[in-house]
């Protein structure tokens, strides 16, 4: 049951909410289409769900589920990440990493660096591969590439193949 302290809560965070989107919107130098913010909103909503889901980690996160001992473990992740082993995304000013693509053992899952390189093929950005493996596809009947990375890491990337080399 939803208590007037509940709604008044909720009132307040839907104007800070306006508010915080108005002053954004206001400090855009060009005219922003309505498309544009809903986008944008699009994708911090897939990115709420992956950290909930999967975990958002930072690089010293990373680093350390590699297995870095250093001081400076996101050191490790940032190597992983420039070898083309780990995917990033950036949210506002970090770099995070989605944790599903870590193996029960902390090292990150073959089947990353071979999407990276086939994405790198089809001009696929590290953000655009995370969106595609998160995303529903009707290559599977509307389910998410992620669920398959560990059970049938070799159809994820036969289905990558044919959905990212379409040409129209």
């Not at 870095?68 to 950036?90: D, F, T």
């Not at 998160?134 to 036969?158: E, F, Q």
Request: aromatic share 6%; glycine share 10%.
């Amino acid at each position: 049951m939803t208590t007037v302290d509940d709604l008044i809560r909720s009132d307040r965070t839907i104007r800070a909410s306006a508010s915080a989107l108005g002053f954004a919107l206001a400090s855009v130098e060009t005219y922003a289409e309505p498309a544009l913010a809903r986008a944008v909103q699009a994708e911090q909503n897939l990115y709420d769900r992956i950290a909930e889901e999967f975990g958002l980690l930072t690089p010293g996160e990373a680093g350390q589920r590699l297995g870095s001992r250093s001081r400076a473990p996101r050191n490790l992740a940032a190597q992983a990440r420039k070898a083309g082993r780990l995917l990033a995304i950036k949210r506002g000013s970090h770099v995070l990493y989605p944790g599903f693509q870590f193996g029960e053992d902390g090292q990150p899952l073959p089947v990353i660096a071979a999407l990276v390189e086939l994405g790198s093929r089809h001009e696929r950005s590290e953000t655009g591969i995370v969106q595609w493996l998160c995303g529903p596809t009707t290559y599977l009947d509307g389910r998410r590439p992620v669920d398959l990375i560990r059970s049938a890491p070799g159809d994820v990337l036969t289905i990558a193949e044919r959905a990212w080399g379409v040409e129209w």
